[in-house]
């Protein structure tokens, strides 16, 4: 797989680049869903990318900044998780089993987001969702589970 050079970026941000850096903005390009500072140190140990733990989330801190990354406090979550900004306005899917998120690409609000500036006189600047339950994995698990207590 080959690497993309993030040199371009870092410059236009006012950032040095490094080679942790780029691996952190790496493995945020490459992953599907946000995710923690955990699993970005896992993933970059399981590649040979010498780096600590403390090393992650300072980095984190410097590419939100720039707005190369969006940190996501998410509501009941304790976790805070990352993913690349790809510029687009998100909504999440979050597992309360596993703690798996998954990104929702399209907006269902809005259409009601209009009609509530319209109805309130209210200039909305932006919203949040997060909506909670469990993956396919997780009832699957459940299911096994009760399926063994009651054999």
């Known amino acids: 797989m080959q690497t993309k050079d993030y040199k371009d970026e870092f410059k236009q941000k006012g ?13 945020l390009q490459e992953s599907d869903r946000p995710i923690t500072a955990e699993q970005v140190y896992n993933e970059l140990k399981e590649k040979n990318v010498p780096v600590n733990l403390s090393t992650i989330y300072r980095n ?23 993913e690349i900004n790809r510029m687009v306005h998100r909504h999440y899917l979050v597992c309360l089993g596993c703690k798996k998120v998954l990104a929702i690409d399209d907006c269902p609000l809005e259409s ?9 006189n209210f200039v909305i600047t932006g919203h949040k969702l997060d909506i909670f339950g469990y993956c396919a994995d997780c009832q699957k698990k459940d299911l096994n589970e009760q399926h063994n207590k009651n054999s």
Do not use: P
């Open 15 to 27: 950032l040095k680049n490094t080679k942790q850096r780029a691996a952190i903005l790496e493995i």
């Open 60 to 82: 984190f801190l410097f590419l939100c900044e720039k707005e190369l990354v969006n940190k996501l406090a998410l509501t009941g979550e304790s976790s805070t998780f990352y």
């Open 112 to 120: 009601y987001e209009e009609l509530l500036a319209e109805e309130t």
